[in-house]
């Protein structure tokens, strides 16, 4: 069942029983939310639909040149590139994850670091400023007096990701690697095709232009990519109707009732009961670890942007002032890297993806069994590194 449905229900039947009133789920509707990520994501859905997004991954492989050692420093670039833009971390799996064991196994880099390689690529960039997931935390910091730290946000993010990609990749023996053949070997394909047609730079061109008014004139988000959609459709760069059955509604549904039950229950008195039941446990010197560890655990079986992000990033103030003590920013950063760190998991959507990525049923069993382990201890993992570079990169 989608969680957002559940949510619906019960903001409502909580908006009744709180005195909030039937129509307090109305209220609490995150609507500007929710037109940010219906335009990001249908923007991105009609560069995936055209084939734009397939070409610059295609194009992306090339770098490898045959190099099998090379070949998952690649991967976690090409996947944290292409989530860096816009479309989010579970976009980017679903996109580059299929190539990658394909390329991967015809190289002998085994589907385990090959995952690690998509995913950790894929969650590093996946808090910037104009993803999807990036909007959802820097929204949620904002509503809670936090905002203007896009760019630490990403940059936490991006460096916890880095640095166990970076262990997996030598722990797993990235560099022992060997072999060398040619790109087009590599896919097992004909030569990979790597030229765009006219619609997909027409599509590259107006995403770039997008990304430039955002980041450089401050354009709104969701409004501007719906201008870049609009435009893509009516000059007919790519299918209106294929994409939008390809953007992800069921994640916006549990985003948003996910946003608009934690309004109804802030609103209600529910959350400051949850916070002074949090401070209880926590002290300013080990908050950083604790609420990442916290995160983590939850996220491990539920969603990192549709729950955990939307539920625990608003009672960063109230958890400072019931502590007595706290940086509210480190403290949000260490929500942030330790709900995503563990999405390797296989019952997240990212892990569950490469697992389906892998054709042979035995392989598929031994690599959902080791990224459950990987994502469990990533919960730890999370713990010491926001216990260590939290407070640091706050104070940047």
Known sequence: MNVGVLAFALAWIFGLVGGGGPDLVVKTFPAQLF???????????????????????????????????????????IACAVSTVG??????????????????R??????????????????????????????IANTKMAEAGLGGHEIKVWAANFFAHFIVGAVAYFALGGLRRSGSSSAEEMAGTAPLDARFSRPQWLTAAVIAAWIAAVMGLNVPLGPAAFAGAAALILIRAAEETDALRRMPWPAILMVTGMSALVGVVERTGGMALFTSLLARLARPS????????????????????????????????????????????????????GAS???????????????????????????????????????????????VFAGPFARL
């Open 341 to 387: 760190i563990v999405d390797v998991s296989p019952l997240s959507t990212l892990g569950a993806l490469c697992v389906a990525a892998v054709a042979d049923p035995e392989v598929s069993k031994d690599l959902f069994r080791r990224l459950m382990m990987w994502g469990l201890s990533m919960t730890v993992a999370g713990a010491v590194l926001c216990a």
């Open 286 to 337: 080990t908050v950083n670890a604790l609420i990442a560890f916290v995160t983590g655990v939850i996220s491990t079986y539920s969603s990192t942007s549709g729950v955990v992000l939307p539920a625990f990033l608003p009672t960063v103030p109230g958890l400072v002032r019931e502590m007595g003590g706290g940086d509210p920013l480190a403290i949000a950063l260490s929500i942030n890297v």
């Open 106 to 135: 015809r190289a002998g880099v085994s589907p385990f670091l090959t995952a690690l390689a998509v995913t950790n690529g894929a969650n590093a960039g996946n808090l910037s400023p104009v993803s999807a997931v990036g909007v």
């Open 35 to 77: 037109v940010t990520l219906a335009g990001v994501t249908l923007l991105f859905a009609l560069a995936e639909s055209n084939g734009t997004l397939e070409r610059v991954a295609t194009a992306a492989l090339r770098l490898a040149r045959g190099d099998a050692r090379a070949l998952p420093v690649i991967l976690f670039f």
């Open 87 to 104: 479309p989010g971390a579970i976009a980017s799996v679903a996109l580059v994850a299929p190539m990658a064991m394909a390329v991967a």
